[in-house]
C-alpha cells in the first residue's frame, strides 16, 4: 500500500477530550477546514470516536447533545474509580510495556459484563452514527488483547464491527468494560501507545490533535515534536 499524502492523529482524552475534539472538528469544518479528509486517520480510545465519525463523513453536531438524554437510548457505563486507581498504579510502577498491559488486562476482565459491553457498543455506535467503515480513506484504530496484552491495530479489512472497534478502542479500564471480538477481550489503544503517532510512518504531512499533551512533562513534548 503506498504511503499517504496527509495523516490525522486523535489522541485519547475521556469524555471531555472527546468533546474538545468534536467541537474543534466540527468549528473547523464549518470555516472550510474538514480534518476528515485525511488520507489516513488514526483514531485512539477519544481519538477513535471521533475520527470514526469524521472519517466516514457524519455530522459532528449531534455531538452537542449528551449521551443518555433520551429515556429510550442507551446508557453510559458508569465508572468505578477504585478500578481505575488500580490501573493508573500498574501504569505507574515502571513495569516493561507487556507485562504492564496483562495486568491491566487483568483489571479489565474482573469488571467484564456482557451488558455492560453491550450498552457500550450501541452507545459509541450512537455517537459515530453508522457501523459502516469508511471506503474513501484509510482508518486505523488500536487496542490492546487483554491476556496476552498484545496490541492489535484494526482497519476495514479486520471484519471487525466499526462501533466494536471504537468501543474497544476507548475501554479504558474502570470507565468502561472490555469489549469482546471474536472471543477475546480488548481494551483502551492508548495502552499500545498513547496517541499512536508511529502509525502514520510515511506520511507526507501529520497533524496531532492530542487533548492530553499538557499531562506530559514538558521534555517529552518537546522530543515528540522533533
Not at 481505575?84 to 467484564?112: K, N, Q
Not at 498484545?150 to 468494560?177: I, N, Q, T, Y
Not at 507526507?204 to 521534555?219: D, I
Amino acid at each position: 500500500m503506498h504511503s499517504p499524502d496527509s495523516a490525522l492523529v486523535l489522541g485519547p482524552g475521556g469524555l471531555v477530550g472527546t468533546a474538545w475534539m468534536a467541537g474543534l472538528a466540527h468549528g473547523l469544518r464549518g470555516l472550510g477546514v474538514d480534518l476528515g479528509a485525511a488520507d489516513l486517520i488514526v483514531g485512539t480510545s477519544a481519538g477513535a470516536i471521533v475520527g470514526a465519525a469524521l472519517a466516514t463523513g457524519q455530522d459532528l453536531a449531534h455531538f452537542a447533545e449528551p449521551i443518555g438524554s433520551h429515556s429510550d437510548g442507551p446508557r453510559p457505563p458508569q465508572a468505578d474509580p477504585q478500578r481505575m486507581d488500580e490501573v493508573f498504579a500498574v501504569l505507574g510502577a515502571g513495569l516493561p510495556p507487556v507485562e504492564a498491559r496483562r495486568r491491566v488486562g487483568r483489571i479489565a476482565l474482573d469488571t467484564a459484563n456482557p451488558e455492560a459491553e453491550q450498552a457500550l457498543v450501541a452507545v459509541r455506535r450512537q455517537l459515530i452514527g453508522t457501523d459502516t467503515w469508511p471506503t474513501e480513506r484509510r482508518l486505523l484504530i488500536p487496542a490492546v488483547e487483554t491476556e496476552s496484552g498484545e496490541p492489535v491495530v484494526w482497519d476495514r479489512g479486520s471484519g471487525v464491527p466499526l462501533a466494536a472497534a471504537v468501543a474497544a478502542s476507548s475501554a479504558f479500564p474502570g470507565a468502561a468494560p472490555p469489549v469482546s471480538v471474536g472471543g477475546r477481550h480488548y481494551i483502551d489503544g492508548a495502552l499500545r501507545a498513547g496517541t499512536n503517532v508511529d502509525l502514520t510512518a510515511g506520511a507526507r504531512t501529520v497533524v496531532v490533535v492530542e487533548p492530553m499533551v499538557r499531562q506530559a512533562p514538558a521534555q517529552e513534548v518537546l522530543v515528540g515534536l522533533r
